[in-house]
């Protein structure tokens, strides 16, 4: 085993968390999600200059050939910022899809401008009714003829950073009933095209969405990403890299939650002493540390295993680690609240907006209570 | 031993389902179900028609509008307010200040304030905490001076809830800062139109502002709007905090999340059929009504064994500490529930702001309101505060 990150790696880390440091503090962070379009289109630029945005893309397409450790790096980092861009869905879900099922013209389209900041993209997967089942999908492609224009119709909900996207990647339906594992098809579909629809909210974290929805939006047969029918096991795929990333971020945001809870416990005076004096507190704190350290491991498990072939034992290790981490980040949020007192329940206060979204986290791409079923069915 | 209502109570529980059902307001009542929070002339309406009814304030000495109903009456009352739903009426009022001033108070201020307060003309807000009074509430900092016929006050509150709606400030003060610090502290009544008097919003982890900080720069409060003596304030103040035992730990309330809960889950798909047959969700509502039947019973053993009034069982910090574990685990499961649905933010909406029928507005609270569920094991004595009590109190250690 080797747990040490490479000169390459350790360089990104560096840079990464420097560069939060220095322009993405709190107050800064208020600036952006109070401002539009909710995010930094600064720090996305500067996130292209250190590379990150073409991080797992390969070389000849534009990119830096890098793997999931890189990917968990910057994630822990975003979490520990609370970073508000559009990282998971234009390069981790949509950038995803397109790394994994793209056509060599797709790829080497739009992998150089989303690498250098340029092009932004929405992964419009999920629907309303699906819940956390990926197959559960009734967005339909049609076509006349084989070589005739697609037509999508459908509604697509809680898709990240739609409201700017300027490209989607769509999954529809080109055969099959509604949870059909079999029929799903990934098209390239631009976010003006006539017959998209978009209804652009904020969600409880502060981060931005849409619902999409698509009215006979037309589409020339290569917007088609990989063959049509066999989407699933991409998609799949993808959610499992796009988890392991969400499991680093909320070991970023857990840690740094919790390094303030105990910066507070420090200085917090009552009854004439600070209140991490309180053997009762200390060992509130020493629990959070136990669970982070806990949930930092099954991230780096989720890690290792994105990228592992057999679809099931992938699976299995990303859903337990979703599981665990994301009972974690909420008990560590709650927590961290708790021992703040009340002004932990106020906007002002960080441990608030880490808690919020820590329970996003949990409740994206699948809860822990449905990755726990995940890992209970397949125990052998 | 008879854990059963007795058929007077269970007459006594139809009585006041009825009541509910015809009396309230259906866009209130609509509010209630939705998780939305109510406005003041909301709340207003809602606490007169209580009142004409004469149930505004059970609680309280008969001679002051009380309704003379047992603890088991109370707790019916309760529940099925929360069950109904219905809103709470003021707590402020009709649990902190309303029985202070009938134990405490004199003949002319209870004529004053009492019928005020219980028809909610008179909001009330609580100015106890201080940025560094907080668990450790004695050591408040807010002076007050006697000069002549009034009280010079000086200091700073915080989370002083409602104060933007209130019309009065019940006031804890220091007299004394000589002696120790539970003793030179005393109780006053201030009008929160009087000059000096800055209330600046807190916004909560929620979106929403409910919650204050307030400064008071040389504001005169009359000698006459002194709850009983000087410097005994503190007595008056731990009277208010353990008087409220019957509804402490709201069961009703988490009662009707679950409840709500488990209708969602019936028209939510799953994987192909609803989540409400999914055996993990059915296993965790167990888990949660277990919980919920105890406390209720837990609760009426403890209200049942009659304790004077003004010196709760200690052991009612049970009641308040897994009564607040359980509404938050109840506002989980909501959460849980709804899923993606709960993602979308709108502020405006939890304000009631506006209503605009939409097939997604039954999700748009529930995150808000799951997150400033962590409050409640905060305010009133943290639940670790509350350990702490059990475990000086009750076990002696
Ligand atoms: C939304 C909201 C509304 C409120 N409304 C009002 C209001 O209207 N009027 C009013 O007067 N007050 C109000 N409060 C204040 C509330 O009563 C206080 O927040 C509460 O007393 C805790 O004080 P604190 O916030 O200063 O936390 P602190 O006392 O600083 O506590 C911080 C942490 O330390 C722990 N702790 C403290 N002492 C000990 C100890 N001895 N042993 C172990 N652990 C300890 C606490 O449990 C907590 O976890 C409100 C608070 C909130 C959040």
Redesign the interface.
């Known amino acids: 085993m080797d747990f040490e990150l490479t000169p390459d790696q350790q360089m990104i880390t560096d840079g990464l968390q420097r560069l939060l440091a220095e322009r993405y503090d709190f107050e800064h962070r208020k600036v952006h999600l109070f401002g539009a379009p909710g995010w930094s289109r600064d720090m996305w630029s500067r996130y292209a200059e250190m590379g990150l945005l073409g991080l797992p893309f390969a070389q000849s397409d534009g990119g830096l050939g890098c793997g999931p450790v890189e990917t968990m790096i910057v994630s822990e980092a975003f979490g520990r910022a609370l970073a508000l861009e559009p990282y998971i869905p234009t390069v981790l879900l949509a950038g995803g899809c397109l790394r994994l099922a793209g056509t060599p013209a797709q790829r080497s389209d739009l992998v150089p401008r989303i690498a250098e900041g340029s092009e932004l993209l929405a992964f419009a997967h999920v629907e309303r009714q699906a819940r956390y089942d990926l197959a559960d999908v009734t967005t339909t492609a049609q076509r006349p003829t084989a070589s005739a224009d697609w037509t999508l119709n459908g509604a697509k909900s809680f898709v990240l950073h739609a409201d700017t996207a300027d490209k989607l990647i769509v999954s529809a339906r080109v055969s099959g009933r509604q949870r059909d594992r079999s029929g799903l098809a990934l098209f390239l579909v631009d976010s003006n095209a006539p017959g998209v629809a978009r209804r652009a909210y904020v969600m409880q974290d502060g981060m931005r969405a849409a619902d999409v929805t698509l009215s006979n939006v037309r589409v020339s047969s290569d917007a088609l990403l990989g063959t049509a029918g066999n989407a699933l096991p991409i998609i799949e795929r993808v959610v499992d890299c796009t988890i392991a990333a969400l499991c680093a971020e909320a070991v970023g945001a857990m840690t740094r939650a919790h390094e303030l809870t105990v910066e507070y416990l420090k200085v917090r005076k009552q009854f004439g002493a600070p209140i991490g004096s309180f053997q009762a507190l200390q060992h509130r704190a020493v629990d959070m540390l136990v669970m982070i350290e806990q949930a930092r491991s099954l991230s780096m498990y989720a890690t290792m295993m994105a990228e592992e072939a057999d679809a099931k034992t992938r699976a299995q290790a990303i859903s337990a680690a979703k599981s665990y981490v994301g009972r974690a980040g909420k008990l560590v949020g709650e927590q961290a609240i708790q021992l703040h007192g009340g002004i932990g329940v106020t906007e002002e206060c960080a441990v608030g907006h880490y808690y919020r979204r820590l329970t996003m986290i949990d409740i994206l791409l699948g809860d822990s209570a449905h990755h726990l079923a995940v890992v209970a069915a397949s125990a052998d | 031993m008879d854990l059963r209502f007795t058929a007077d109570e269970l007459a006594f529980r139809d009585e006041v389902q009825q009541f509910f059902r015809i009396a309230v307001p259906a866009d209130i009542r609509r509010k209630c179900v939705l998780g939305q929070r109510l406005s003041k002339p909301e709340l207003q309406r809602w606490t007169r028609i209580l009142f004409e009814k004469g149930w505004a304030t059970p609680a309280w000495d008969p001679e002051w509008g009380g309704t003379g109903w047992s603890p088991v009456q109370q707790y019916i009352f309760k529940e099925e307010l929360h069950m109904a739903p219905a809103p709470e009426p003021l707590s402020f009022n009709v649990n902190m200040i309303g029985p202070v001033l009938i134990a405490f108070g004199t003949d002319e201020q209870k004529r004053r304030f009492l019928p005020s307060i219980a028809r909610l003309d008179y909001w009330f807000c609580q100015g106890f905490?201080e940025p560094?009074a907080?668990?450790?509430l004695a050591?408040l900092r807010t002076s007050a001076r006697l000069e002549g016929d009034h009280y010079m006050v000086n200091g700073q509150k915080?989370?002083t809830s409602t104060a933007h709606h209130a019309e009065w400030c019940f006031l804890l003060v220091r007299t004394d800062p000589n002696a120790k610090k539970q003793q030179g502290i005393t109780y006053l009544l201030m009008d929160m139109r009087s000059p000096g008097i800055t209330v600046r919003p807190?916004?909560?982890?929620d979106?929403h502002h409910e919650t204050n900080e307030m400064f008071l720069e040389n504001v005169r409060i009359p000698v006459g709007n002194r709850i009983g003596e000087e410097n005994k304030g503190w007595d008056y103040a731990k009277y208010l905090l353990g008087n409220e035992r019957s509804g402490i730990a709201r069961v009703g309330i988490s009662k009707m999340r679950v409840r709500r809960a488990k209708e969602l889950a019936r028209n939510?798909?799953?994987?192909?059929r609803p989540?409400s047959e999914?055996r993990?969700?059915r296993e965790?509502v167990a888990l949660l009504e277990i919980e919920l039947k105890a406390l209720e019973i837990t609760q009426m053993r403890l209200i049942s064994a009659a304790a004077p009034a003004g010196k709760p069982d200690p052991k009612s910090s049970i009641l308040k500490m897994k009564g607040s574990e359980l509404q938050?685990a109840a506002a989980?499961l909501l959460?849980?529930t709804a899923?993606?649905?709960?993602?979308?933010?709108?502020r405006d909406f939890l304000r009631g702001a506006h209503s605009t029928p939409s097939p997604h507005d039954w999700a748009l609270t529930i995150?808000?309101n799951?997150?400033?569920a962590?409050?409640v094991?905060?305010?009133g004595g943290?639940?670790?505060i509350q350990?702490?009590i059990l475990a000086k109190t009750v076990l002696g250690l």
């Open positions: 905490s560094g907080g668990s450790d050591s915080l989370w807190i916004v909560t982890i979106g939510i798909d799953a994987g192909g989540l999914d993990g969700f965790r938050q989980q959460l849980e899923g993606y649905e709960a993602m979308e933010f709108d995150a808000p799951h997150y400033f962590r409050h094991s905060i305010v943290s639940n670790e350990r702490n």
